[in-house]
């Protein structure tokens, strides 16, 4: 393929693209659909891993033009999948690139059909300022630049190579928004108030820089996330640069956390087989990964994680450990039950129980019914309204 035959295939495969993500009901703003026509993906991300489906372990292998083929790099970088460009914070050497398993993905270019999804649910207005918390390969921060123009795009990335690379890539394409270097969570500094905020890692809390640098009325959409699993995606809407609120939108959009948020390394320690007291409940671990009991039980366990382990006699017990303070459950499973023993300055399952008991009584709702109210002094998720059942996200 010569230069010009690239540029002709990843023209269509940009149009192709545009289609899936408007016929999947992500993509619906003329401003949007444009921008994905236009922004070369390739061009931002030359070089990335790409998640394998075999068995086992998850594997990620090098895609360049040189190991795959013109045409096979080209569409796995208009696929409509997340591209990963670092593991573990350290940079790839792409002079030998090998496959990576059992890796932490740092930095990547996300899903676009989450991108645009977040990008349409930011409702800008052609007017509008953007702040985004994570560059990353700059994709979405060149889709923002492509529908509002680059001086009204702000971009915030933590790590410095991958901050520079960006630069460097939104430049060659024709893209000059104020990019910044720094901890997002401390928001963008010297910038005035935006319009819109959006942050494509994930967050424990919302930042209350991100509150106090989006305008009285503006948006923020984010993604929040536990260190058990992702609790989804929210819009908010800023009252005065202290206080914000609004409603999930959905359970599913998982980001990789911001660094400085990242879960300790150490699980915790496990209890002396003597430790807690033992009771009878009606929950296992099944609640901890069901998709919307789930998210209720991260609510309920900000800190904690959880694995299981088989024990000698073949028998698999749930282990959930909070490593701040050492609480910890283990679950047995005790005939159609359930044995729990509990130990440590809070009862982890005692806590789980108490957040399903409302929910369950609400008819077991998705986390659209859930909201988030950001105040100077803390932040609550709340089921149904402001006013009922709620549970405080860690600062
Ligand atoms: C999923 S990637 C971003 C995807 C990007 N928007 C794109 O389209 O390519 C998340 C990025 O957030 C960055 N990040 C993590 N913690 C951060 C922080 N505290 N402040 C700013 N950026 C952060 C990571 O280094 C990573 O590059």
Do not use: K
């Not at 390394?265 to 099944?286: F, I």
């Not at 009991?293 to 959880?306: D, E, I, K, M, T």
């Not at 073949?314 to 005790?334: Q, W």
């Amino acid at each position: 393929m010569t230069e010009p035959d690239v540029d002709r295939v990843a023209a269509r495969l940009r149009q192709q693209l545009a289609d899936q993500l408007a016929a999947a009901g992500r993509l619906h703003s003329p401003g949007w659909r444009a921008a994905v026509e236009a922004v070369p993906r390739h061009e931002l991300v030359p070089r990335f891993y790409a998640e394998t489906d075999a068995p086992g372990l998850t594997t990620w292998v090098p895609i360049t033009p040189e190991l795959v083929g013109l045409d096979e790099w080209l569409r796995l970088a208009y696929a409509d999948e997340t591209l990963i460009t670092q593991f573990g914070g350290r940079e790839i050497d792409w002079a030998d690139p090998q496959p990576v398993s059992n890796a932490h993905p740092t930095s990547s270019s996300t899903l676009p059909s989450l991108v645009v999804r977040m990008l349409e649910d930011l409702r800008v207005e052609d007017d509008h300022t953007v702040t985004e918390y994570g560059t990353g390969t700059g994709y979405s921060t060149a889709l923002t630049c492509h529908h509002l123009g680059d001086v009204r795009v702000t971009s915030v990335e933590t790590d410095p190579h991958v901050g520079a690379r960006a630069r460097t890539n939104l430049a060659r394409c024709g893209y000059r928004p104020r990019l910044l270097i720094g901890d997002g969570l401390n928001g963008a500094p010297g910038c005035p108030p935006a319009d819109r905020t959006i942050a494509t890692m994930g967050v424990r809390s919302i930042p209350a820089a991100w509150v106090r640098q989006t305008r009285p009325g503006g948006l923020i959409v984010a993604t929040l996330r536990g260190w058990m699993r992702s609790l989804g995606l929210v819009r908010l809407t800023v009252e005065d640069g202290h206080t914000a609120h609004g409603r999930f939108l959905s359970r599913d959009p998982s980001f990789m956390i911001a660094r400085q948020q990242d879960a300790p390394e150490s699980l915790g320690m496990l209890p002396a087989p003597d430790e807690g007291t033992n009771r009878d409940t009606r929950y296992g671990p099944e609640v901890l990964t069901a998709p919307d009991s789930g998210f209720v039980a991260q609510l309920a366990l900000p800190h904690a994680r959880y694995f299981s382990m088989p024990t000698d006699d073949g028998t698999v017990n749930t282990y959930v450990l909070d490593a701040g303070n050492g609480a910890f459950a283990v679950l047995t499973p005790d005939g159609e039950g359930w044995t729990v023993r509990q130990g440590g300055p809070v009862l982890l399952w005692d806590a789980v129980e108490q957040a399903l008991a409302p929910w369950h009584a609400a008819g077991s709702p998705d986390p659209t019914e859930f909201g988030l109210t950001v105040t100077p002094d803390a932040q609550h998720v709340w089921l149904g309204a402001p006013d009922g059942p709620s549970w405080r996200l860690p600062a």
